[in-house]
């Protein structure tokens, strides 16, 4: 299981803890961190596409110029 993958689960387990809240509070306070695990894995998303990235152009052969 990656960071994302991770996060993902912990906000899917928040809304399950906010479903199933009796008192308003607590289901605000499962519906934001719910909120927060979400904000989490969309960035861990976007730094692996990042790093990915990065390796493909680490990785890829050198374009030759084509003047001259």
Not at 2 to 21: L, V
Not at 28 to 51: Q, S
């Amino acid at each position: 299981m990656n960071q994302r993958e991770f996060y993902i689960s912990r906000a899917e387990e928040a809304k399950a803890g906010a479903a199933s809240a009796l008192l308003d509070n607590v289901r605000d306070r499962w519906l934001r961190a719910e909120a927060a695990w979400n904000e989490m894995a969309d960035r861990a998303g976007r730094i692996e596409e990042a790093r990915s990235e990065r390796e493909k152009a680490a990785t890829a052969p050198p374009v030759e110029s084509l003047s001259g």
